[in-house]
């Protein structure tokens, strides 16, 4: 049929359908559901006669229209970010109940050790808090000024000094949970100790009514949120120590699902514990009956947003262990990656593409790996690999091969080592999805070019040296990746494809960078699990049996954990890039229901199949 005599015939159905669901005229049910489904299967014959002239554009945007009239009125923002406050971030501590309740007991009885180690060994306190330091309050306390500390620094510079410190406190304690627990345990036990130890220092002087007033002014908050932290990295443990019914994958990926939500929760209170130390910890000149009521009220909300409000909320309320919905499919079920899904359930769906394409993304990280660990010694030698600076469980073991004042030379082997990652990750996502994505993401040397200069964009952040642009470049990387996955699954330019992401994320409630946080913490995980004590005990074994002398044993050892560096970098991309692929496609579907469409049109066929003509 002819596209002209093809509108000709349809077009009456057509301006019916725009006047009933603009409200123009008045509509039943049944009307409004016939022409919907005449309108789905207009647009299927449309799609295939006319896939590239403006009535299947129009046709589309009909069939649309209804289900973003249903999409809009979901929770907004506002809504949603009330809810994690009020009842995924409570269901959470409640079926994390007991690991909290482990780690504060554990805290407790860290500070008691800490105590009676100080009564018994009166030079303990010199060993846990450091000799400098206990010499210099020593001196703050002749001069009549024990908590002049606090007074040291710029009330702005202590503030994200020590936001940053207790972040990273907090999430080693969380992080350390994956290995059975125990890690975490130490760090509760080291803090426990300190904790004990330092309130016991000032007791032993004469001062705990100042100093217990000055130091709980924020110590309420923030050696609280490090103890809720414990719990979140015991959830991770238990996750993997015992995963019950379930596979221990499966019950790993809900403990840190559980886990993420309760570190994320504690963002605000360690920010709210930094102001107080830098703005209001230093007043030691307030009334002490304010200081001893803030403090109460601090320990108050703890215990009450924490622990009651959620035993309080979910007790009665027959809790399951967990949702079924936060399960992993298993590999042989067919994932469909047209529909629309919830930010937890992309989390979910990226660890079922990850699974799928784990062991040929492995081969291809160990070659890369090992590539560049050659390049990077090819380039600059021994004395480039004097200047590697390994820490256990940090970041900045990765981040310095991106530092370019450090290493410049390595500028190129990073743009071709990430971008290579990310192509390769679209060809094995392309060859698993081939029956779904159609003609869709053609995999080509044009596609590496475009990786490449997206990832020069953020590279370009850093080499800069400035640490603003370099902090922005950070933030962006998940609008970075979704450009790119836009322009990779469309094929479009990049011009084109970043002002489709603007569309496709404008109005449809996408939260790509929840996601992408939610990924990047799981990220960060397997990276420490690969760049741990355990495989440096390891790299040692292999300098022990190799006969050579001590500095060759020292490069091997540094290009060897160099080579497991990149492996876990090399590794984690493909997740993070799982979970904008996912994204993209629940965004194309919230603006252009097209999956939609085509289950409506089908249940018409149905309806007609069985000779029906209403269900």
Same mark, same amino acid.
């Given at each position: 049929?002819?596209?002209?005599?093809?509108?000709?015939?349809?077009?009456?159905?057509?301006?019916?359908?725009?006047?009933?669901?603009?409200?123009?005229?008045?509509?039943?049910?049944?009307?409004?559901?016939?022409?919907?489904?005449?309108?789905?299967?207009?647009?299927?014959?449309?799609?295939?006669?006319?896939?590239?002239?403006?009535?299947?554009?129009?046709?589309?945007?009909?069939?649309?229209?209804?289900?973003?009239?249903?999409?809009?009125?979901?929770?907004?923002?506002?809504?949603?970010?009330?809810?994690?406050?009020?009842?995924?971030?409570?269901?959470?501590?409640?079926?994390?109940?007991?690991?909290?309740?482990?780690?504060?007991?554990?805290?407790?009885?860290?500070?008691?050790?800490?105590?009676?180690?100080?009564?018994?060994?009166?030079?303990?306190?010199?060993?846990?808090?450091?000799?400098?330091?206990?010499?210099?309050?020593?001196?703050?306390?002749?001069?009549?000024?024990?908590?002049?500390?606090?007074?040291?620094?710029?009330?702005?510079?202590?503030?994200?000094?020590?936001?940053?410190?207790?972040?990273?406190?907090?999430?080693?304690?969380? +992080?350390?949970?994956?290995?059975?627990?125990?890690?975490?345990?130490?760090?509760?036990?080291?803090?426990?100790?300190?904790?004990?130890?330092?309130?016991?220092?000032?007791?032993?002087?004469?001062?705990?009514?100042?100093?217990?007033?000055?130091?709980?002014?924020?110590?309420?908050?923030? +050696?609280?949120?490090?103890?809720?932290?414990?719990?979140?990295?015991?959830?991770?443990?238990?996750?993997?120590?015992?995963?019950?019914?379930?596979?221990?994958?499966?019950?790993?990926?809900?403990?840190?699902?559980?886990?993420?939500?309760?570190?994320?929760?504690?963002?605000?209170?360690?920010?709210?514990?930094?102001?107080?130390?830098?703005?209001?910890?230093?007043?030691?000149?307030?009334?002490?009956?304010?200081?001893?009521?803030?403090? +109460?009220?601090?320990?108050?909300?703890?215990?009450?947003?924490?622990?009651?409000?959620?035993?309080?909320?979910?007790?009665?309320?027959?809790?399951?262990?967990?949702?079924?919905?936060?399960?992993?499919?298993?590999?042989?079920?067919?994932?469909?990656?047209?529909?629309?899904?919830?930010?937890?359930?992309?989390?979910?769906?990226?660890?079922?593409?990850?699974?799928?394409?784990?062991?040929?993304?492995?081969?291809?990280?160990?070659?890369?790996?090992?590539?560049?660990?050659?390049?990077?010694?090819?380039?600059?030698?021994?004395?480039?690999?004097?200047?590697?600076?390994?820490?256990?469980?940090?970041?900045?073991?990765?981040?310095?091969?991106?530092?370019?004042?450090?290493?410049?030379?390595?500028?190129?082997?990073?743009?071709?080592?990430?971008?290579?990652?990310?192509?390769?990750?679209?060809?094995?996502?392309?060859?698993?999805?081939?029956?779904?994505?159609?003609?869709?993401?053609?995999?080509?040397?044009?596609?590496?070019?475009?990786?490449?200069?997206?990832?020069?964009?953020?590279?370009?952040?850093?080499?800069?040296?400035?640490?603003?642009?370099?902090?922005?470049?950070?933030?962006?990387?998940?609008?970075?990746?979704?450009?790119?996955?836009?322009?990779?699954?469309?094929?479009?330019?990049?011009?084109?494809?970043?002002?489709?992401?603007?569309?496709?994320?404008?109005?449809?409630?996408?939260?790509?960078? +929840?996601?992408?946080?939610?990924?990047?913490?799981?990220?960060?995980?397997?990276?420490?699990?690969?760049?741990?004590?355990?495989?440096?005990?390891?790299?040692?074994?292999?300098?022990?049996?190799?006969?050579?002398?001590?500095?060759?044993?020292?490069?091997?050892?540094?290009?060897?954990?160099?080579?497991?560096?990149?492996?876990?970098?090399?590794?984690?991309?493909?997740?993070?890039?799982?979970?904008?692929?996912?994204?993209?496609?629940?965004?194309?579907?919230?603006?252009?229901?097209?999956?939609?469409?085509?289950?409506?049109?089908?249940?018409?066929?149905?309806?007609?199949?069985?000779?029906?003509?209403?269900?």
């Amino acid at each position: 049929m002819r596209e002209k005599d093809f509108v000709e015939q349809n077009k009456e159905n057509w301006s019916r359908f725009e006047r009933l669901i603009s409200g123009e005229v008045k509509s039943n049910p049944d009307e409004l559901s016939e022409l919907y489904n005449q309108i789905t299967s207009d647009l299927s014959y449309a799609r295939t006669y006319y896939n590239k002239r403006s009535i299947r554009v129009y046709l589309n945007q009909l069939a649309k229209t209804v289900y973003l009239g249903l999409y809009k009125h979901r929770r907004g923002r506002w809504k949603s970010f009330a809810s994690f406050w009020t009842d995924s971030l409570p269901l959470a501590l409640y079926r994390a109940r007991k690991e909290l309740n482990v780690s504060l007991l554990f805290f407790l009885a860290s500070m008691m050790i800490g105590v009676l180690s100080s009564v018994h060994e009166p030079d303990f306190a010199q060993v846990i808090l450091g000799e400098r330091y206990v010499n210099m309050t020593e001196d703050n306390i002749k001069n009549g000024e024990p908590m002049a500390v606090y007074e040291s620094s710029g009330e702005i510079d202590m503030f994200f000094s020590i936001t940053y410190n207790n972040l990273l406190v907090a999430f080693r304690t969380y +992080i350390l949970g994956a290995f059975f627990g125990v890690g975490t345990l130490i760090i509760l036990l080291y803090n426990g100790i300190m904790v004990g130890t330092f309130q016991y220092f000032f007791i032993e002087r004469s001062l705990f009514q100042e100093s217990f007033l000055t130091i709980w002014m924020h110590g309420a908050l923030e +050696i609280s949120a490090i103890v809720i932290a414990g719990g979140a990295g015991l959830t991770i443990g238990r996750g993997i120590l015992f995963p019950g019914t379930l596979p221990r994958l499966q019950s790993f990926q809900i403990g840190a699902r559980r886990s993420i939500k309760i570190m994320l929760g504690l963002i605000p209170v360690f920010m709210v514990a930094a102001f107080i130390e830098g703005f209001f910890t230093r007043l030691t000149e307030l009334p002490d009956f304010f200081r001893a009521a803030f403090i +109460i009220l601090c320990f108050a909300f703890i215990a009450l947003y924490f622990w009651w409000y959620p035993w309080r909320k979910f007790h009665n309320a027959n809790v399951l262990p967990y949702d079924t919905d936060q399960l992993i499919p298993e590999l042989e079920q067919p994932l469909d990656i047209r529909i629309l899904r919830k930010t937890r359930e992309i989390f979910t769906a990226s660890f079922v593409v990850f699974r799928k394409l784990f062991f040929k993304l492995l081969i291809a990280a160990v070659g890369l790996s090992f590539l560049y660990t050659a390049v990077f010694w090819a380039l600059g030698g021994s004395q480039e690999t004097d200047k590697i600076a390994f820490d256990s469980f940090s970041l900045y073991n990765l981040y310095q091969f991106h530092s370019y004042n450090r290493f410049p030379q390595i500028f190129f082997p990073n743009l071709i080592l990430v971008s290579a990652v990310l192509w390769l990750s679209f060809l094995a996502f392309k060859k698993s999805m081939a029956d779904k994505l159609g003609d869709r993401l053609a995999v080509n040397f044009t596609l590496f070019l475009k990786i490449a200069f997206i990832v020069a964009l953020f590279e370009l952040t850093l080499l800069s040296g400035n640490a603003l642009a370099a902090s922005l470049g950070i933030i962006a990387i998940p609008f970075l990746s979704f450009w790119m996955t836009v322009s990779a699954i469309e094929g479009s330019s990049l011009p084109k494809a970043f002002s489709r992401m603007l569309a496709l994320l404008n109005g449809t409630k996408r939260h790509i960078f +929840i996601t992408f946080a939610s990924l990047a913490l799981i990220s960060v995980l397997l990276i420490f699990l690969l760049d741990s004590p355990f495989t440096w005990f390891y790299v040692e074994i292999i300098q022990w049996n190799i006969e050579a002398d001590a500095y060759i044993k020292q490069q091997l050892a540094m290009l060897s954990l160099l080579f497991i560096n990149q492996l876990g970098l090399a590794l984690v991309i493909p997740l993070i890039l799982s979970g904008q692929i996912m994204e993209y496609f629940s965004a194309v579907e919230a603006r252009e229901a097209e999956e939609l469409a085509e289950r409506v049109m089908q249940i018409g066929v149905k309806r007609s199949a069985y000779g029906m003509e209403r269900e």
